[in-house]
């Protein structure tokens, strides 16, 4: 009878241990859940990019069979309170030449579920222009698209360099004529200029889709480095 009653016990301890492991791993899953999703909502997160308008800064799985992935900083623009357009305990405000990805939600024009990745080139309050190189420029002559240089207030933009030495194009609603960035904006273009759907096309980005600034290629492994 003692030894039954033993058994017995010896039974119920193992089930009871083994429950017990059981849920020290289910709480430890839960938290590291928990913790990914706090750091991906409010400070770093990662991306893939699909496509070459961003070439060669950033290579496009549809010209190279992979995109690069990248580290975006979320919080370096501002930790967005959920489910609301207001930012927080910003540390700094994207500057001209910040790679920056951004929500497309209320850009008319572009797939509303998207993030889209592209080069700050003008500010809110700044007149912008993309001023042909070639006089005689014409976007319907492919012989002389040379394409041009921006010019901020009127001024050829001379740095930072990612920006003052690309060469841009000047086509599309926004980017033929010179236009005034609206405050709290950003006029945004791809690197490459000759396949980019830009602001030239869709107009300006608002502060508040601002996700965060693109700062490091993290695989493939031949293409890891920090973007500039």
């Not at 893939?48 to 580290?71: C, Q, V």
């Not at 305990?89 to 209320?106: I, N, S, W, Y």
Request: charged share 25%; proline share 6%; net charge neutral.
């Amino acid at each position: 009878m003692e030894r039954a009653v033993s058994e017995t016990n010896g039974k119920v301890g193992a089930e009871n241990t083994r429950e017990s492991v059981i849920w020290e791993w289910t709480k430890t899953i839960i938290y590291a859940v928990l913790l990914a999703l706090f750091i991906r909502t409010f400070f770093l997160q990662t991306f893939k990019i699909p496509t070459g308008s961003m070439e060669p800064t950033l290579r496009g799985a549809m010209n190279y069979g992979h995109g690069d992935k990248i580290i975006v900083i979320k919080f370096l623009y501002g930790i967005r309170i959920p489910f609301t357009d207001k930012k927080i305990l910003e540390l700094e405000q994207p500057e001209r030449g910040d790679v920056v990805v951004f929500e497309t939600k209320g850009i008319q024009g572009l797939d509303q579920r998207k993030d889209f990745i592209k080069r700050v080139v003008a500010l809110g309050g700044e007149r912008v222009k993309i001023v042909p190189d070639n006089p005689l420029w014409n976007q319907a002559d492919p012989l002389i698209e040379d394409g041009g240089h921006i010019y901020i207030n009127g001024k050829r933009l001379t740095e930072p360099a990612d920006v003052a030495d690309r060469k841009y194009y000047p086509v599309g609603e926004y980017g033929e004529r010179e236009v005034t960035v609206p405050p709290n904006s950003y006029f945004m273009l791809g690197d490459n200029s000759l396949n980019s759907r830009d602001s030239r096309f869709w107009g300006f980005v608002p502060d508040n889709n601002v996700v965060g600034k693109a700062v490091a290629i993290y695989w493939p492994p031949n293409r890891v480095g920090l973007i500039h």
